[in-house]
């Protein structure tokens, strides 16, 4: 035995009880306006004693569940029991462990906890996780664990059930940095993060806390006003030229919002992002109300994925992650350079063990069949869409020409798209490692190597068969890679070379 049972942090009690009455200000302060908009003052006094009950009733069920939450790390697994009226024993063992990480929301941040998260590579639907212990304490935890995983043995104990010198894990340092990212980068990256999430949160609340305040009535209102309605006339009235000013600024306020709020969101999750290459692997540090610590051993690096959008290509701007067992907030992609230009993501890779392709890679084209076939597809199903509107509109006595011309621009982008695909989206097989390019607005470089994947299959349809293309896909932990529509005979050619790397690896001999 590592050690002996533990509780996490008593101070977890004041944090659950106040992140349990956050949630419920909201709701509180919505109930208090629309009482004082209806002057129903009464109504408003009795939310003061109705919260401070429910804020009573939250830290005694925090006090119970504390109280029959334990934990330890024995030898052969980590170990959990909590439950009140049911008790639950769940138990990890080391070599279903994929990582170790630690996360600080705001409240716990201020009063010097971490939630530590053990993972094990199943979607994040099966991991474990301890909230809150002192941030120590989950160094501490982090570190033992990671040496028992990558040791896979039990350590020398001594008679007082320490472990011995000689075994303790030493914790993680801080190393060399590869990849940093400043205000000015993150304003710039925050730029190109167009969102307009903020409109949604506006609408969802409308629509939430109806019962509370009649913003539907407000808009009925507004435009039933016989002043608005005259201001909507006189706007009609104006010239062209106003009118057309007047839908720009609208669209200028629209961009404007969208990128305050990606400049918002890229400032909360990014905030001091660091990552550094540590005697244990690789360290990410990031967050501005919700900080993250993540370490991943270089060895769990199963492929790479360089990705942009169809604006930060333009300007160089690309973006690096890794493909792993483990998780990063519910995703197998870690982001570890999320916006850097391609010469900061280079040293990155080699570090990870790839290389970027150079120009003596030799990329396969898939089959033009297979980019025809799928565009075909897309036209006939718009086809058949406008002969259903074309038989609408003659039942109405309505011209239908207009509606068959259609086809025409639709046909013709359907040409030009594939076309593109066809030309840029490419796959190749170096000595070490297997790449695909693909993706016309947004492209998506990923890279495996080879002797990491575990399967290669090959599947053909219908078509596929007639026309002489077929998909490889390959077996890959922690994602997918698959080639679709190559020619039949580079798929075939393509596999065997990746058979013979599985094949020829002792995957006994591979770490973890």
Aim: hydrophobic share 50%.
């Amino acid at each position: 035995m590592i050690d002996e049972w533990r509780r996490v942090s008593p101070l977890s009690i004041a944090a659950t009880s106040a992140r349990d009455l956050v949630k419920g200000l909201l709701p509180a302060a919505f109930v208090l306006f629309g009482a004082a908009r209806s002057e129903n003052f009464a109504a408003a006094w009795i939310v003061f004693p109705v919260l401070l009950a429910i804020l009573g009733l939250q830290l005694g069920v925090a006090w119970l569940q504390w109280s029959r939450q334990r934990y330890r790390i024995g030898a052969n697994d980590v170990r959990l029991e909590q439950g009140v009226l049911s008790r639950s024993a769940r138990s990890v063992p080391y070599d279903r462990i994929q990582d170790v990480s630690l996360e600080q929301k705001l409240l716990p941040r201020l009063l010097g906890l971490v939630e530590v998260r053990f993972e094990t590579g199943a979607g994040g639907k099966e991991e474990l996780r301890l909230a809150y212990v002192p941030e120590a304490e989950g160094e501490r935890l982090r570190e033992v664990v990671r040496s028992l995983v990558e040791h896979a043995e039990e350590p020398v104990a001594t008679m007082d059930g320490e472990m011995a010198e000689e075994a303790r894990p030493t914790p993680a340092e801080s190393g060399s940095t590869l990849f940093a990212m400043g205000p000015r980068r993150l304003f710039i990256y925050g730029l190109f993060s167009f969102s307009l999430v903020i409109f949604a949160v506006i609408l969802g609340a409308a629509q939430q806390f109806d019962f509370l305040f009649d913003f539907w009535g407000w808009a009925d209102d507004f435009v039933e006003d016989e002043r608005y309605r005259g201001a909507a006339e006189a706007l009609a009235g104006y010239s062209l030229a106003a009118q057309v000013a007047a839908a720009l600024y609208a669209v200028l306020t629209v961009i404007v919002v969208g990128m305050a709020s990606g400049v918002a969101q890229v400032f909360v999750r990014d905030w001091g992002f660091l990552l550094e290459r540590t005697a244990k692997g690789f360290r990410r540090r990031r967050g501005l109300l919700t900080k993250t610590d993540v370490v991943m051993p270089v060895h769990r690096v199963q492929a790479l994925v360089v990705s942009t959008g169809w604006l930060r290509r333009r300007f160089g701007w690309h973006g690096l992650s890794f493909i792993s067992l483990a998780q990063d907030s519910g995703k197998s992609d870690h982001e570890v350079a999320p916006f850097a230009k391609m010469l900061e993501i280079a040293p990155i890779a080699v570090e990870a063990g790839f290389a970027l392709p150079d120009q003596d890679v030799r990329w396969w084209r898939p089959a033009p069949a297979y980019y025809f076939v799928r565009g075909l597809a897309v036209t006939l199903f718009v086809f058949v869409l406008l002969q259903i509107a074309v038989i609408v509109a003659a039942a109405e006595g309505a011209r239908i020409w207009p509606l068959l011309l259609l086809i025409v621009p639709v046909a013709a982008w359907q040409a030009v798209r594939r076309w593109y695909l066809w030309r840029v989206e490419r796959h190749a097989l170096d000595a070490t490692q297997v790449l695909s390019k693909r993706g016309w607005l947004s492209p998506r470089l990923q890279i495996a190597s080879r002797v990491k994947l575990h399967s290669a299959a090959i599947t053909q349809g219908p078509l596929g068969r007639w026309l002489g293309y077929c998909d490889l896909k390959l077996g890959l932990a922690g994602g997918t890679m698959a080639f679709h529509g190559l020619r039949r005979q580079d798929a075939y050619a393509l596999r065997a070379e990746v058979l013979k790397s599985i094949v020829a690896a002792d995957l006994g001999s591979l770490p973890r």
